[in-house]
């Protein structure tokens, strides 16, 4: 499709450079709406010595470190399992903060409270709640979540553990049948997981019915192998080693009938297996679709990462010379490596506050689905894109552990990955929006920046290329345009959502997250220049006036030396005691600390 319409090229405005300064505690104040109390709470319990950063500890004390970290953090009573059930929004207000820490505790609470604590208060039924919750809430019941498979990792219903209901001894017989069916990257397991939740092919009665989830026992109290599991390490990682993460294999192991999650499935007292959703792969959909929890975690994890991430380095930005007095800040190619991270950041961050309001609202699982994946994508793969721009805008000082941006690098890696590979989970976006009878978009121009022609051509991408994928029909022969149109999906909504907080935010505060989501939506329309330009949205002049648009935008909300974008990351509400990157404080001071991040 090409449009025959005439094409304005887009003029770029003048820009004020003496936009106004806004307060970060208002800003602060805006974004961190919702448990505040709690919020404030989680922040300074974490003021506890035990949470400081060390980078002088062994494989194995780093993950006795995180362990304790987890104990600790049971005994604040902020995160519930039963939160699940209650209040999820918070559940997540409370895991919130757990980022600045390091992304191994994240993680470590993330698997014990929000997958395997989730997966029992989301699938089970009120005698799996009174049996685990309690004592996992407590941290006397380390739990882990056994999904992956080393043969099957995205194709969940390919799995090949099985479960085989014997009715005459009433319980189940849990096997892995080969290597290809063992439990891999089980997070908890390798060392200290004590309880289980476990994905498995169940039969009863020689009938199939499907992937079920079981809650078993891996370890007994004292810490031991239960009877038919093994379990292996997996080994070091590059990154996250505070997690002990490990392989296990099931050998005719002997589940009683309560171990079965059943709030979707159950066995009667003669045999008899029931459901109220009859087919196999709805009813899977349904498990999966209660789940969605982690992937909204892993989402929000990465935008807190990037808060963290470009407060240092902004703040070193504005505060370094380099050729004479001139700040490094002051410098375009740094704002134009920094100020759209800014902006994608609030926009990210605004958007979870809706995705996590239709969470606490028990809002349609399908939508809530499609739209964790997509966020949880595009923040995952924003948080890579972001970190990477923030360690070069530090030079060599962003390669040292203790100022913090390079361990996020590594240790999250694994985000763009797990709780659903991206490329997988934006094709699950499309199957999920691409419906019936959809129509070629009309032919659009661009004349100005105003918010509803921004709007306008992220909405025209999503639209057009949903018509395109409509035509061709072959979803797998065309799996590139599926991660293209899983990203418009995310865009458009993204922005529009940060057009609407504008206005709903208090006047004070528009005219800066005004500025902020216009540059997001320049960025994502910059990003996207060859799509524009081959369907004749902007032409050859308008595409140097966009990338000069952008500029002057980035000048905008950056100030002179970038001092704005220190106001912009304050805003964040991250606490100072959670700020230990030592260019975070002083550039110049850095030598003379005495004790800042445990050195060697």
């Not at 069916?181 to 020689?206: D, E, H, M, N, P």
């Not at 763009?416 to 699950?428: H, K, P, R, S």
């Not at 369907?535 to 935008?553: F, T």
Request: aromatic fraction near 8%.
């Amino acid at each position: 499709f090409r449009m025959t319409t005439k094409v304005w090229a887009i003029r770029a405005p003048e820009v004020d450079k003496s936009s106004s300064v806004v307060s970060s505690k208002e800003l602060s104040k805006y974004l961190n709406r919702d448990y505040v109390e709690l919020r404030e709470t989680v922040m300074e319990y974490l003021k506890h010595d035990l949470f400081r950063p060390r980078y002088d500890l062994s494989f194995y004390e780093f993950r006795d470190l995180t362990q304790e970290r987890l104990k600790h953090l049971a005994k604040g009573n902020f995160i519930s399992c039963f939160d699940h059930i209650n209040d999820p929004g918070r559940f997540f207000a409370g895991m919130e903060a757990l980022t600045y820490i390091d992304y191994s505790i994240t993680i470590k609470c993330g698997v014990h409270y929000t997958l395997a604590g989730g997966a029992i208060a989301l699938l089970g039924t009120r005698k799996h709640h009174n049996k685990y919750l309690p004592l996992m809430d407590s941290g006397e019941l380390p739990g882990c979540f056994a999904m992956t498979e080393l043969g099957h990792g995205s194709n969940v219903m390919g799995i090949e553990t099985t479960a085989v209901y014997d009715h005459a001894r009433n319980y189940f017989v849990l096997n892995s049948g080969s290597d290809l069916a063992s439990k891999v990257w089980i997070g908890g397991a390798s060392q200290y997981g004590r309880v289980c939740t476990v994905f498995a092919q169940l039969t009863v009665g020689g009938d199939y019915k499907g992937v079920h989830v079981f809650v078993m026992r891996i370890r007994d109290d004292e810490g031991k192998l239960c009877k038919g599991v093994r379990i292996e390490e997996m080994g070091h990682k590059m990154g996250m080693n505070g997690v002990d993460n490990g392989r296990i294999w099931f050998d005719n192991v002997i589940l009683d009938k309560d171990a079965l999650l059943d709030r979707y499935a159950s066995i009667d007292e003669q045999g008899m297996y029931h459901s109220p959703i009859k087919s196999i792969p709805a009813r899977f959909g349904a498990m999966v679709s209660a789940l969605s929890t982690g992937r909204v975690c892993i989402a929000q994890s990465a935008v807190d990462a990037c808060k963290l991430g470009l407060t240092i380095a902004c703040r070193y930005s504005s505060d370094r010379p380099q050729f004479g007095t001139r700040k490094i800040g002051s410098y375009l190619t740094h704002k134009r490596r920094l100020a759209p991270g800014v902006a994608q950041t609030y926009a990210l961050h605004l958007m979870m506050i809706q995705l996590k309001r239709l969470v606490n609202d028990r809002h349609d699982p399908k939508k809530i689905h499609n739209l964790s994946s997509g966020l949880k994508a595009a923040a995952t793969w924003t948080r890579v894109d972001v970190l990477q721009r923030c360690r070069e805008c530090c030079g060599g000082m962003g390669l040292l552990s203790e100022n913090q941006i390079g361990g996020m690098i590594v240790d999250m890696n694994v985000d763009v990955t797990f709780e659903g590979d991206n490329t997988v989970l934006m094709q699950q976006v499309v199957k999920g929006i691409l419906t019936k009878g959809i129509k070629k978009p009309d032919p659009i121009q661009v004349r100005n920046y105003s918010t509803e022609e921004l709007l306008q051509a992220l909405k025209y991408r999503e639209d057009l290329l949903k018509y395109k994928l409509a035509q061709l029909g072959d979803l797998d022969a065309n799996q590139d345009m599926c991660v293209d149109l899983g990203w418009a999906y995310a865009d458009y909504l993204t922005a529009d959502n940060f057009f609407k907080e504008v206005q709903r935010a208090p006047p004070t505060l528009r005219d800066t997250l005004e500025e902020l989501a216009v540059l997001f939506a320049l960025e994502r329309i910059e990003r996207n220049a060859v799509f524009y330009v081959c369907d004749g949205v902007i032409n050859a002049d308008g595409l140097e006036n966009l990338r000069q648009r952008v500029n002057d935008q980035c000048n905008l909300v950056s100030g002179a030396d970038g001092e704005r974008l220190n106001i912009l990351c304050e805003g964040f509400g991250i606490p100072e005691h959670l700020i230990t990157a030592p260019i975070a404080k002083g550039w110049r001071e850095f030598h003379t600390s005495p004790d800042i991040g445990a050195r060697m």
